[in-house]
Nanobody
Framework: QVQLVESGGGLVQPGGSLRLSCAASGSMFRLQRMGWYRQAPGKQRELVAAISSGGNTNYADSVRGRFYISRDNAKNTVRLQMNSLKPEDTAVYYC?????????WGQGAQVTVSS
């Protein structure tokens, strides 16, 4: 029953930056491990970044050093700062709990990296 709304996607040239935001409306947000997932056409959805309730982070090898996840428990938000974007980062990005609530996937934010 958790509602998650992503925002901040768009078209960016290679090497550019973009910041995604996720607004959560469910209860107990501050106690949940949260993450950003992405899915490109024809590929499986993958977890690219995660953050614990205490602020510990984990990143997929493909984004480590370029993407940074953060959270603001007071505002019930999770952010993903994406730097040095590459064409292979093109995908729909979703936020969700880690492990995810199956029934809580939102529409996601489209990120397109192209010249």
């Amino acid at each position: 029953q958790v509602q998650l709304v992503e925002s901040g996607g768009g078209l960016v040239q290679p090497g550019g930056s973009l910041r995604l935001s996720c607004a959560a409306s469910g209860s107990m947000f501050r106690l949940q491990r949260m993450g950003w997932y992405r899915q490109a056409p024809g590929k499986q959805r993958e977890l690219v970044a995660a953050i614990s309730s205490g602020g510990n982070t984990n990143y997929a090898d493909s984004v480590r050093g370029r993407f940074y996840i953060s959270r603001d428990n007071a505002k019930n938000t999770v952010r993903l700062q994406m730097n040095s974007l590459k064409p292979e980062d093109t995908a729909v990005y979703y936020c969700n709990k880690v492990p995810p609530w199956v029934d809580s996937w939102g529409q996601g934010a489209q990120v397109t990296v192209s010249s």
